[in-house]
């Protein structure tokens, strides 16, 4: 699994945020994080055999459905989560996922993101996190 994502952490607070949800992460799945200026997105992305765009428009799923949904891509398709600036970002994605109608900083967006993979990894490796 990738996330790309559109700019750099800058708050000490997200970044401790980062390392913690990706520690946690790399226990139970490889994940890698890339920051990227806008232009570079396409290169990224072609690299991906499914892409699932964050957007405040996407379908939104609760901790259960994304767990489901996860479980069944990671098996057969390299997924790539990604996240836009604060400009927003239009790419063709094979789903669009929101993480709720609100809108979020992209900075906060990433790790709400990362804390629902791992939550959504917890639920289907059996892990004691998800209440």
Same mark, same amino acid.
């Given at each position: 699994m990738?996330?790309i994502? +559109?700019g750099r952490?800058r708050?000490? *607070?997200? &970044? $401790?945020a ?5 520690? =946690?992460?790399?226990? &139970?799945?490889p994940?890698s ?6 232009k570079?997105i $396409?290169?990224? +992305?072609?690299k991906?055999d499914y892409?699932?765009?964050?957007n405040e428009n996407? %379908? $939104? =799923? ?5 767990s489901?949904?996860l ?7 390299k ?11 239009k790419? !063709?994605? !094979?789903? +669009?996922?929101?993480?709720?109608? =609100?809108? *979020?900083?992209?900075? =906060?967006?990433? &790790?709400?993101l990362?804390?629902q ?7 289907? %490796?059996? &892990?004691?996190?998800?209440?």
């Amino acid at each position: 699994m990738k996330v790309i994502c +559109v700019g750099r952490l800058r708050e000490k *607070f997200y &970044i $401790e945020a980062q390392k913690h949800y990706q520690k =946690m992460l790399e226990r &139970i799945a490889p994940i890698s994080i890339v920051e990227v200026e806008e232009k570079d997105i $396409e290169r990224h +992305v072609r690299k991906c055999d499914y892409v699932i765009l964050l957007n405040e428009n996407g %379908k $939104e =799923m609760d901790s259960m459905q994304f767990s489901s949904f996860l479980s069944r891509l990671i098996v057969e398709k390299k997924i790539c989560f990604v996240v836009g600036g604060w400009s927003g970002l239009k790419i !063709d994605a !094979d789903f +669009v996922l929101s993480l709720s109608k =609100m809108t *979020f900083p992209y900075q =906060m967006a990433r &790790i709400i993101l990362l804390e629902q993979i791992y939550r959504a990894m917890a639920i289907s %490796k059996g &892990i004691d996190y998800h209440k």
